[in-house]
């Protein structure tokens, strides 16, 4: 009896372990082979000292919040509609993009050096606004109307608005790249212990923090961020208790598009350069891999995501790649970005802080 | 009586300001300025005019349309409103420009030109007045149009698409005209690439005639002539196609080099198209980095036949094989990590690997292998037997020969087990697989055999370019090919066509468009998801279980006809 048992069971190994599952299993275990064979090699090779590592550690966070403000944004959505908004990266660029030109104008007139600081109040409440509108216009145009239709339509409009909005916004302020003034330089920079920390860094890590603070006691504290809790758990039954759902979405997205404006003045604080129409698009599939990563729907996990993207991102260039030989690593690090999507989807689709939300309903 | 009258100026006056405000960012984001420059009737009609003019007379023809007035000259007056309205926002640009450079403040396309065009060359004031009385006028006919019975609004509208037609693609029939009846008969009909007034108005009052005059007397003339030619009815309906089949095998011939180029970045596209309706049309699983197989198809079809150091020097038909294997190839490599992946989730990652692909082709990384950013030269040309294929004519009966393939095995397998089977999984994979339907190898064979023909299609753009570079591979080409399907109709084979010929045809014709013709993708992705998303041509199945939805009323809840998500 005993034994058929366990026969059966051997044979039900045998049977249910096919090549797909082993080509899986050689691809995970390549991985870490990978990783911990590259960052072997480039440690022992001591090309980098512990400062260098610190101030890559310190350069991702900071990255890292922007991603984590902008990944709130999916996650949020993600709750409400259990969509991913694809335009959301276009959502960040028009705000950074305004604030851009509205910095470029004010600096060319001397406010910028004269009222630093109520000036970057000015732009944040631009870049917040305008992403607050766009987003808001972007779910009355193309979501509201297709509510409850099949999956891939919302996605295929949103792929549509993605477009739409960057070549909006490059007919409105041209094709040309453009630069934040630098309000940065002037806070100058910090010595800890030997390292050298860019003041804006933490400025950036703070303001990321703020507000994520705030939009915790935004959901948790008060009114609408309970309806709007009530609504992700059951729209229908949101409804019946009363709660506006489609304000309540809309709200959401106006939060959404919010703190997406706030990360495009952070990125203007932080890497002034290279401001252009396209330039939410790669920051936007990474702010996704961040909310995957730390569990889409969940607003810790965004941050968390965000945060982790950011130094492996920072990190992973010199720490693996550079240890297998590879040359001009840098090139690479969208490419560990995508990469770690992928893993994150295949091997643990929930994320880090996440239910098992992904497989019942993507 | 009098509160619906309120009630309807209301409802105009907001869509007249809607309207506006559209025809303002039409304007502010440089559209109208460079549409101008292209005269649809030479001298009289710009494309930017009748882009500018479009607004006012969809919203009077759309206050019409929603009114709920009986009265004509009711619905008429708020057409003129609602088009006078429409004006508004563009006066207040027009003051503002002229007032202040918005161009300084970073407006870059609010130029002294585009206020020029709004004002028609005018002062502000007389412009500004200029625009509002042609906006008006032309919201009172949009709702006119509506009013009118169909037996004059038909002529009417066929007159002045025709016109419009011909005027926009004046290139394409310019190109028929010379290549058919020599450079006399384009010179009495056009001048500068543009129609003359008098041709205009004449081609005008030939639509609007036959038309009236058709819809006057056609049904008894085709019975007629069904009576005195005795030709079986399934022979007339053969008449259509044989002229199309006719039409495409003559076309290099007709459109002359540079327009044949076009038709065959078209037939391209309609490869790739094909191959990714079978992954997205029939079997519902979205791949945004479809351009991946493209570039593999092209960059195996470089290394193994280039003359440079990196290439191997094989012929184009030794190496055509090894190209779309290792597209087929990939698309099974890449396709395994995807198949628990649904929806959004398979987009995005598939999406991802297409930037992985493109990143690693233009990294130093890989240089040594496949030429970084400098790409690969010296592809040779295509040759059968001696023969060598080298301008866009003879390319083009090999790309359509190609297409020929792709569509014959498309329209096989649809109608085959492997089809019912994708398509079962499109609807519903859980169900599918209780029907005992192998998930993994269904997907698979999907991928593999969509990214084979797209395989197909990079071998022969590489030779096509003689030059490959990164850059021909970014996240574009994927988007392009998937909006194709998606006008064209999803699942649907001649779609595929209808779509290449609209987003990339089209594109090329009016290369005013080219710098807006994301935006116009976008926008037309999303109106095409809202008001018709079944495509233009739309696969029977689809067409079938709409048709169903609006006959059959099924009771709510469980009855909806499925459409694949």
């Given at each position: ?362 | ?169 004046a290139e394409v029939v310019i190109a028929v005209l010379r290549n058919l009846f020599g450079r006399g008969a384009v010179r009495l009909l056009f001048t500068i690439g543009s129609l003359k007034p008098g041709v205009a108005l004449g081609l005008f009052l030939i639509a609007a005639g036959v038309t009236a005059w058709w819809g006057a007397r056609g049904e008894r003339l085709r019975g007629g002539l069904a009576s005195v030619v005795p030709i079986p009815q399934q022979w007339l309906r053969l008449v259509g196609p044989a002229l199309g089949i006719l039409l495409i095998l003559i076309l290099p011939l007709l459109l002359g080099t540079y327009l044949t180029e076009v038709a065959d970045m078209v037939g ?75 929806g959004d989730y398979l987009a995005i990652v598939t999406l991802g690997f297409g930037e992985i692909i493109r990143i690693l082709a233009l990294s130093d990384f890989l240089k040594p292998v496949i030429g970084g950013a400098q790409g690969i030269l010296k592809i040779p040309n295509i040759s059968i037997a001696g023969l060598e294929f080298v301008k866009p004519e003879h390319l083009y009966y090999f790309i359509l020969a190609g ?163």
């Amino acid at each position: 009896m005993r034994g058929e048992v366990r026969k059966g069971m051997r044979q039900q190994f045998l049977e249910r372990f096919s090549w797909i599952d082993l080509f899986l299993w050689v691809l995970r275990i390549g991985v870490i082979v990978i990783i911990v064979w590259g960052s072997i090699r480039s440690l022992a090779a001591g090309k980098y000292s512990a400062t260098a590592w610190l101030s890559l550690v310190i350069a991702g966070l900071a990255q890292g919040s922007i991603y984590a403000l902008i990944a709130l944004g999916y996650t949020l959505i993600y709750g409400v509609l259990l969509m991913i908004n694809f335009a959301h990266g276009e959502v960040y660029m028009a705000g950074a993009f305004t604030s851009t030109i509205v910095a470029e104008a004010l600096a060319r007139y001397g406010y910028a050096e004269r009222y630093p600081i109520p000036m970057i109040g000015l732009l944040l409440v631009v870049s917040m606004v305008v992403s607050a509108v766009v987003a808001v216009l972007l779910e009355r145009i193309a979501y509201r109307p297709l509510r409850g239709a099949p999956r891939l339509v919302p996605l295929i409009t949103a792929i549509g608005a993605s477009f739409a909005l960057q070549y909006i916004f490059r007919g409105l302020f041209g094709s040309a790249f453009h630069t934040y003034p630098e309000f940065g330089r002037m806070w100058g920079q910090l010595k800890v212990g030997g390292t050298t920390i860019q003041v804006v860094q933490v400025v950036v890590l703070v303001a990321a923090v703020v507000m994520m603070a705030g939009l915790y006691f935004f959901v948790e504290r008060t009114k609408t961020g309970k309806s709007l809790r009530a609504v992700s758990e059951d729209k229908e039954i949101a409804a019946l208790m009363g709660i506006d759902v489609d304000r309540v979405i809309a709200i959401t997205f106006a939060i959404g598009g919010l703190l997406a404006g706030a990360a495009g003045v952070c990125r203007g604080l932080y890497q002034p350069q290279g401001i252009w129409f396209y330039m939410g698009f790669f920051p936007g599939l990474k702010a996704f891999t961040a909310a995957v990563l730390g569990g889409i729907g969940s607003i810790q996990g965004a941050m968390l995501g965000g945060l982790f993207l950011g130094i492996f991102e920072s990190v992973g260039p010199n720490l693996f790649l550079e240890g297998l030989g590879i040359p001009a690593a840098y090139q690479l690090k969208d490419v560990i970005a995508f990469t770690m999507l992928v893993l994150v989807l295949m091997f643990r689709p929930q994320g880090i802080m996440g239910e098992r939300l992904a497989e019942k309903k993507a | 009586m009098s509160e619906s009258i309120r009630f309807d100026w209301r409802h105009s006056v907001r869509l007249g300001l809607l309207a506006g405000v559209i025809a303002l960012g039409v304007s502010v984001i440089g559209m109208v300025e460079v549409f101008s420059e292209r005269w649809l009737i030479s001298g009289l009609f710009t494309v930017g005019h009748l882009l500018l003019f479009t607004v006012p007379a969809g919203v009077g023809y759309l206050c019409a349309r929603e009114s709920s007035e009986s009265k004509r000259s009711v619905v008429l007056v708020n057409g003129l409103i609602a088009g006078l309205l429409s004006a508004l926002p563009l006066i207040g640009l027009v003051f503002l420009a002229r007032a202040i450079d918005l161009r300084e403040l970073g407006l870059v396309n609010v130029s002294p030109a585009l206020i020029d065009v709004l004002t028609f060359n005018r002062g502000s004031v007389v412009g500004s007045l200029i625009l509002m009385a042609l906006a008006g006028v032309i919201g009172l006919v949009g709702s006119a149009v509506y009013v009118i019975p169909d037996s004059i609004q038909r002529p009417l509208m066929n007159g002045v698409l025709w016109t419009f037609g011909v005027g926009l693609f004046a290139e394409v029939v310019i190109a028929v005209l010379r290549n058919l009846f020599g450079r006399g008969a384009v010179r009495l009909l056009f001048t500068i690439g543009s129609l003359k007034p008098g041709v205009a108005l004449g081609l005008f009052l030939i639509a609007a005639g036959v038309t009236a005059w058709w819809g006057a007397r056609g049904e008894r003339l085709r019975g007629g002539l069904a009576s005195v030619v005795p030709i079986p009815q399934q022979w007339l309906r053969l008449v259509g196609p044989a002229l199309g089949i006719l039409l495409i095998l003559i076309l290099p011939l007709l459109l002359g080099t540079y327009l044949t180029e076009v038709a065959d970045m078209v037939g391209l596209y309609v490869l790739m198209g094909l191959g990714l309706n079978i992954v997205v049309g029939f079997a519902g699983l979205l791949n945004l980095g479809y351009v991946a197989f493209y570039a593999i198809g092209a960059y195996t079809m470089a290394v193994l036949t280039s003359q440079t150091e990196l290439g191997l020097g094989l012929s184009f038909w030794t190496a055509l094989p090894f190209a779309v294997l290792a597209a087929v190839l990939a698309g099974v490599i890449l396709g395994i990590p995807v198949l628990q992946m649904r929806g959004d989730y398979l987009a995005i990652v598939t999406l991802g690997f297409g930037e992985i692909i493109r990143i690693l082709a233009l990294s130093d990384f890989l240089k040594p292998v496949i030429g970084g950013a400098q790409g690969i030269l010296k592809i040779p040309n295509i040759s059968i037997a001696g023969l060598e294929f080298v301008k866009p004519e003879h390319l083009y009966y090999f790309i359509l020969a190609g297409c020929l393939l792709a569509f014959f095995i498309s329209w096989r397998l649809r109608d085959a087990r492997l089809g019912r089977q994708w398509m079962a999984v499109r609807e519903d994979e859980d169900v599918a697989e209780a029907m005992g339907i192998h998930l993994v190898k269904t997907k698979l064979l999907g991928f593999a055999i969509g990214a084979g023909f797209a395989g197909l299609a990079g071998a022969i753009f590489a030779p096509k370019l003689s030059a490959i570079f990164p850059h021909s591979f970014n996240l574009l080409v994927s988007i392009n090919v998937l909006c194709l399907i998606i006008v064209g109709g999803m699942g649907s084979l001649p779609g595929v066509a209808v779509g290449a010929l609209i987003l990339v045809g089209l594109p090329e014709l009016l290369r005013e468009f080219t710098e807006y013709r994301l935006l116009i993708y976008g926008a037309l992705l999303i109106v095409m998801m809202i008001v018709r998303p079944e495509g233009f041509w739309p696969s029977e199945v689809k067409k079938r279980e709409l048709r169903r939805g609006e006959e059959e009323l099924l009771p709510a809840g469980g009855g909806n006809p499925v459409e694949p998500a």
